[in-house]
């Protein structure tokens, strides 16, 4: 026990030194590990001053100037460009105008009846997916109910219905009890049900 004691002390303290060793090396040579010894060359960087550091003020400004005075180029966002003119003096140019604000105002009347057919498109689109709604609902409900009672019962029942409903109601039952029910139904009756639809 002793021997091992005192071998992994030896390895230790070897490890410590030659770590040392390296790290000494390695800031007193150039390159140890290409065998290369000598001091390391310093380079003397000389300071900046802050005379170097500083713009000329008419640079900075014809910068700003430059910066206003260029059209916006960034495609992102949406510049309009509005002239300057003299206001109107004589009266063509005054009948200019008033042509021009007739043509804007028949434009917008122009716009708004497409709106409120858009309206009016858009509250049917909502019933209809409320009505939708309400009758998978009540599909969902009724298939229950007839998933609960008698399979003869049920199918004397849907055989009323119209193909269509039908057809919904058998859809949303468990598999296994919508084919017990087909299975009581006439071929034909079946076939009109289950048949795709157009």
């Known amino acids: 026990m002793k021997g091992k004691l005192i071998l992994t002390a030896a390895f230790l303290a070897a490890f410590v030194i030659t770590t040392i060793a390296i790290m000494y090396l390695n800031n007193t040579c150039d390159n140890i590990f290409a065998f290369d010894f000598t001091a390391p060359k310093t380079i003397k960087i000389k300071p900046k001053t802050l005379e170097q550091a500083k713009a000329p003020p008419n640079l900075i400004e014809k910068g700003i ?62 019933e209809k997916v409320i009505v939708t709604k309400e009758y998978k609902d009540w599909t969902k409900k009724t298939a229950g109910l007839y998933e609960a009672m008698d399979s003869k019962r049920a199918a004397k029942i849907i055989q009323n219905y119209s193909d269509n409903v039908a057809r919904d109601i058998i859809y949303a039952m468990k598999k296994k009890k919508a084919a017990d029910i087909l299975s009581q139904l006439n071929p034909e009756v079946v076939q009109r049900i289950i048949k795709v639809r157009q």
């Open 65 to 126: 100037i430059n910066k206003l005075a260029a059209p916006n180029e960034d495609p992102k966002t949406d510049s309009v460009m509005v002239e300057i003119r003299n206001p109107p003096k004589g009266k063509e140019d005054l009948t200019a105008l008033a042509d021009s604000i007739k043509k804007i105002k028949a434009e917008v009347k122009k716009q708004q009846p497409v709106t409120t057919q858009n309206v009016s498109s858009e509250e049917s689109v909502k």
